[in-house]
């Protein structure tokens, strides 16, 4: 990752590694032109507590492991907002992706960012209780209208 210090918390004081203060940096990610606030570890990585201002202006609040997310909350450019695991960089596990404009929210089972597993779907007109499959309704559920009526 080819990575340019915007601002190091620390960066001139000698003895800050001894100090017990963490450091904090913002970094631009030449390559894809993020900007990442948080900590860095040894290899440069994001690690631990930070964010994530992408280019698309898409924001990213979570937890990092060696550059990796892996726990946050997502805000993209489609209204969508997505709050859970990682794995890969992408939403997988567990999670919930909402969308307030569309009046969708989705709580489940993730696999690379798509539906998949256990997990209820709810929309303006219904709510779908059961299993996902690559982002669609696959296997057993139960949808319950507004009016009551289930099927």
Known sequence: MNIHTLYSLG??????????VEQYHVVKNEENGEIYEGKLDNDGQYTKKGMIFYKDLSIFKGEF????KIKGIEYFNNDDV????YL????????TLKNSRLKKEYTGQFKDHKKNGEGQLKTKSNTYTGEFMDDKVQGVGEIQYRNGDNY
Do not use: R
């Not at 890969?88 to 999670?95: C, D, S, T």
């Open 88 to 95: 890969n960089g992408k939403p997988h596990l567990k999670g």
């Open 82 to 85: 997505y709050d859970g695991d």
């Open 65 to 68: 492991k060696s550059g990796a």
């Open 11 to 20: 960066q001139h004081h000698k003895n800050i590694k001894n100090s017990g």
